[in-house]
């Protein structure tokens, strides 16, 4: 089935530092989309993209929708603690209305 | 504000014991969905829900059931055929139309089982 493949597993950084994470897909998606989870809470979406090339920003944070249409980046500028959880990409799935999610980077945050 | 609620928020089972994880949203939307959650691990899909009285199969369904009574509720039991049931589990749902692949999730039930 379809894979998607998360960038790194994990990172530590001191507060201020930038970060980026990507995700890369066995097969050509025509949408991403990029969550984050708080510990112990659902996660919710941060960024979609629809076409590729697309750059999209939401505040310190701005996401790709790769050229190839099989991989896509999420960058976030100046970090603060409140960044911590893990990250998730997800894309369309096989069949209707199904996506198919990253294994998620879990970001830390030191003050 | 609208929005999925699931209950209970955390849970403890005897093995052998069947349990009901409740969500019920008030989005208006068609499409539920259940992703179970492991440690290291992306979500993975157990049951979905197009539209009423209408369920699916997801990756990892088996040990699970699902019903669709109602447009705002897609509750699901974990049966004591289920091997490994020790997890988090994720309530979402979609509007349903074209393009429609943007879930909203709940804040999650975690079952611990003993």
């Known amino acids: 089935g379809q894979q998607l493949n998360q960038s790194p597993q994990s990172m530590f950084i001191q507060e201020g530092e930038d970060v980026s994470m990507n995700c890369t897909s066995s097969s050509i998606f025509n949408t991403w989309l990029w969550y984050k989870q708080d510990p112990g809470e659902g996660p919710v979406l941060l960024i979609a993209?629809?076409?590729?090339?697309e750059l999209t920003s939401n505040g310190r944070l701005t996401a790709q929708f790769g050229i190839t249409r099989k991989d896509s980046f999420l960058n976030i500028s100046a970090s603060i603690p409140s960044d911590v959880g893990i990250y998730f990409c997800a894309g369309p799935g096989t069949g209707f209305q199904k996506l198919v999610f990253g294994t998620g980077t879990r970001l830390l945050v030191s003050p | 504000d609208g929005g999925i609620t699931q209950s209970p928020k955390y849970l403890f089972r005897k093995e052998g014991q069947n349990v009901t994880l409740s969500c019920e949203q008030n989005?208006?939307?068609?499409?539920m969905y259940w992703y179970r959650q492991d440690p290291g691990q992306g979500l993975r899909l157990i049951y979905y829900?197009?539209?009423?009285?209408?369920?699916q199969k997801g990756d990892i369904a088996e040990g699970y059931s699902v019903s669709r009574e109602k447009k705002e509720s897609f509750p699901l039991t974990v049966t004591s055929a289920q091997k490994n049931p020790t997890a988090f589990y994720l309530c979402?749902?979609?509007?349903?139309?074209?393009?429609?692949?943007?879930?909203?999730f709940g804040a999650g039930s975690r079952l611990t089982v003993l």
């Open positions: 979402a749902s979609s509007t349903g139309g074209t393009g429609a692949n943007v879930l909203t």
């Open positions: 989005l208006n939307h068609d499409a």
């Open positions: 829900s197009q539209i009423v009285n209408d369920f």
């Open positions: 993209l629809y076409k590729a090339g």
